[in-house]
């Protein structure tokens, strides 16, 4: 049956709920390995450029900084 004016809609360009999610999914995945490329950076920066802070120091910046921040990233994957 057919109504005037109305169109038949093809299930070809309708997308399901997962094509949705996994395109934001993706996104949020480039841009979180982005920001732990640019992170990485610069705790390797710091390390080459401060070779006479005290342990401690670069303790905190590795541990909390880097290696929780990368956990989390692996985590959340």
């Known amino acids: ?16 709920p997962a094509e949705v999610a996994h ?3 993706f996104i949020g995945f480039t841009v979180n390995a982005l920001l732990l490329g640019v992170m990485t950076t610069q705790v390797y ?12 120091l ?11 921040k990368d956990l989390r990233s692996i985590r959340c994957y």
Do not use: N
Request: hydrophobic letters at 45%; proline letters at 2%; glycine letters at 10%.
């Open 23 to 25: 395109r934001w999914m």
């Open 1 to 16: 049956m057919s109504f005037p004016g109305m169109q038949r809609i093809s299930t070809g360009s309708v997308k399901g």
């Open 58 to 68: 670069k303790a905190i910046v590795g541990l909390f900084a880097y290696c929780i």
């Open 45 to 56: 920066m710091y390390y080459a450029k401060y070779k006479k802070d005290k342990w401690w």
